[in-house]
């Protein structure tokens, strides 16, 4: 990999915000949904570990085989920053997990570029 470490913007695009709505509808009511998204959109942006945001959410990091992880993989290379990922707070209390609305393919990317690099992420709740 020649990209040696991972740009990121300071805020997501809009179109980030238009496809963790488009998830969150699976996974949601519709105004439930777009509540979420409003919030991702006042969030303040904080950062935290690839390995802690692998370990929140319960998902397996991709490797660069994947498509959507080479495709960012790619950008990288060439420069392009990548957006912060939108995250929801799990509860451990009730087994939930924490849910990337957005960006599972981008942390996968960097991880595999820079294990240490933080990833500046939108963490909200969904109470």
Not at 1 to 27: C, G, N, S, T
Not at 74 to 92: A, D, T
């Amino acid at each position: 990999m020649a990209a040696k470490r991972v740009k990121w913007r300071d805020k997501p695009q809009a179109k980030d915000f238009d496809a963790a709505a488009d998830y969150l509808r699976l996974i949601l009511p519709e105004r439930k949904a777009a509540a979420v998204v409003a919030k991702f959109r006042r969030a303040k942006t904080i950062k935290q570990l690839p390995k802690d945001i692998e370990r929140a959410s319960g998902l397996r990091l991709l490797t660069a085989k994947d498509p959507e992880v080479d495709d960012k993989l790619k950008k990288l290379k060439k420069g392009e920053p990548l957006s912060p990922i939108l995250l929801i707070r799990g509860s451990i209390s009730s087994g939930m997990p924490a849910t990337i609305a957005d960006g599972y393919h981008r942390v996968c990317a960097a991880y595999i570029v820079d294990q240490a690099a933080e990833i500046p992420c939108r963490l909200v709740d969904l109470s």
